[in-house]
């Protein structure tokens, strides 16, 4: 693991600070990892949506073979998953 230093400013220190407890951490450290964590997994969710708009409609042609809706979309979602290397349950 590496060591990062970084200045915050008071308001935001203390609202971390007033946070610590209800939210179940035990420093300032678990916190700010956990919230860059998450910003990473969200900034990773907007990429795939972005991705996966640019390949709308790039199935069509599945409805012909009298497909459910729902059976077209799970079989896109099933192969853009694949594509993007998305593990679906």
Do not use: P, Q, W
Request: glycine share 4%; net charge positive.
């Amino acid at each position: 693991m590496e060591t990062i230093s970084f200045k915050l400013h008071e308001d935001i220190l203390k609202k971390i600070d007033d946070s610590l407890k209800s939210l179940n951490y035990s420093n300032r450290t678990e916190f700010i990892r956990d919230a860059i964590r998450n910003k990473l997994s969200d900034v990773e969710k907007e990429d795939i949506k972005r991705r996966m708009s640019e390949n709308l409609g790039c199935f069509k042609g599945l409805a012909k073979n009298n497909k459910t809706d729902r059976e077209i979309r799970d079989e896109v979602g099933r192969k853009l998953a694949l594509e993007y290397g998305i593990k679906l349950n």
